[in-house]
């Protein structure tokens, strides 16, 4: 990983572990969240504290199916039905998709989830109305209000605002989940990095992933001029990318060239094909761009130099994983050793520890950490340098910090090692005392 420098590393001294989907991401502590596409199997919108509002958008969406007349149905109206629920409160309403449609319909349902308004939506077919209600009901009676810090350890989808169990007792598995998330640096405005995460296509093409429609424009722009000023865009680097258990990627991290019309921007871009049905291992696209501005890239100058948006890049993105649950844990324990994971393998911070042994980090120089495996990687524990009044006083600043951990060693312990208390399974945290440095006298 490229190294931080000093205004990057304060932005990484405080983060934040974000749950989307099955998956953790750790961010600066000071990032925004925005959500984008949600489809677990179904679209699910949470208000908090909007049921006021919801209410208004089920009065107007009746209205307007009301309103309207099916050419193909002899002119009746596009709405067909209102199913009232108890539990949770709410309407399921169903209609046409439109005034042409014949199998086409479009069923939504509002909810009340204590003071928080729900709208589930879907356009299923005439055919899957009845399954289409039954999924609807199911995600209404499963779903819950998620507070902003908790990580759920239960196996489900997190969404915005909101936690959606599996339903365990269901038959149909691996169902189509879609998940987009982006987030906003504080410190560097005109940096975005997005995720999305979707089913694997069982029917993959090499023209579906990054690195064949990048050779493809650069054949197309070489064939129309050899000069073509996209043809001078600098790559920092480019090639193969694996995270964690997400193998078969691929990623480039370009620099733009000057442009009369927009400044120069990073673009940096990874995708994975996934595995096909296994929704711990989907399809996955990742971005970011620099000098962003009013959701257009280009509008303003990168904030952040080369060096620094890799490292921005790197440590984010390494630190994506699958959300360890309970359900997760118990398959674990009951499975038998697999073999030993390679020296040099990596595991960042949050992460289940994938081998038993010793682990270094570049945050953490000349010492290694023995953690055991099925354990939660630990935070980087370092200290700052003190301010006026510690120094008097004997203080020290400490941090605990994100990082990638190395696999350096199995039973004997490397020079300058220490023991790890591990990090609970279940996701609390703790810290050792003796990782923090005696006060300093005199």
Not at 249 to 265: M, N, R, V, Y
């Amino acid at each position: 990983m490229t190294k931080l420098t000093p205004r990057v590393q304060t932005m990484f001294e405080k983060t934040k572990t974000v749950c989307f989907g099955r998956f953790l991401v750790d961010v600066p502590a000071s990032a925004t969240v925005a959500w984008g596409e949600v489809d677990v199997p179904l679209g699910i919108s949470v208000y908090p504290n909007g049921v006021a509002e919801v209410s208004e958008i089920e009065k107007n969406f009746i209205d307007k199916l009301k309103s309207e007349k099916n050419i193909n149905r002899n002119h009746v109206p596009l709405l067909i039905a209102i199913e009232e629920m108890n539990n949770p409160e709410g309407k399921i309403i169903i209609g046409y998709e439109d005034f042409e449609s014949i199998d086409d319909l479009k069923i939504n349902g509002y909810f009340r989830m204590n003071n928080d308004g729900v709208i589930i939506d879907s356009r299923p077919l005439q055919d899957d109305k009845d399954k289409t209600i039954a999924d609807i009901k199911s995600i209404a009676r499963r779903l819950r209000r998620l507070p902003e810090n908790e990580i759920p350890t239960e196996p489900g989808n997190c969404i915005e605002y909101a936690f959606l169990p599996d339903d365990l007792e269901s038959k149909e598995k691996n169902q189509g989940e879609l998940i987009r998330v982006g987030f906003r640096l504080k410190e560097f405005p005109d940096t975005h990095l997005s995720i999305f995460v979707g089913p694997s296509n069982p029917h993959y093409e090499d023209s579906d992933s990054l690195k064949w429609q990048l050779e493809r424009l650069e054949k197309r722009l070489k064939a129309e001029d050899p000069n073509h000023p996209n043809l001078k865009t600098r790559y920092l680097r480019r090639g193969d990318r694996q995270i964690h258990d997400w193998v078969g990627g691929f990623e480039a991290l370009s620099h733009t060239p000057d442009q009369p019309e927009a400044h120069p921007i990073h673009d940096f871009g990874m995708d994975f094909r996934g595995v096909p049905y296994d929704p711990y291992k989907p399809y996955a696209d990742i971005r970011m761009q620099t000098g962003v501005a009013d959701n257009v890239a280009g509008a303003t100058k990168a904030s952040l130099t080369d060096e620094e948006a890799i490292a921005v890049w790197d440590r984010i993105t390494s630190t994506i994983r699958v959300r360890p649950t309970s359900a997760a844990r118990a398959k674990d324990a009951e499975a038998e050793p697999g073999p030993r994971r390679p020296l040099g393998e990596l595991a960042a911070t949050g992460r289940t520890c994938p081998q038993t042994g010793w682990w270094t980090s570049d945050d953490v120089k000349g010492e290694s950490q023995h953690v055991k495996a099925g354990a939660i990687m630990p935070h980087a524990i370092t200290s700052g340098e003190p301010s006026l009044w510690q120094k008097f006083t004997g203080g020290r600043p400490i941090y605990r910090t994100a990082t990638m951990w190395k696999l350096v060693g199995y039973d004997n312990a490397p020079a300058h090692a220490k023991i790890a208390t591990q990090t609970p399974a279940d996701g609390t945290t703790g810290e050792r005392k003796e990782d923090t440095p005696p006060p300093q006298k005199g």
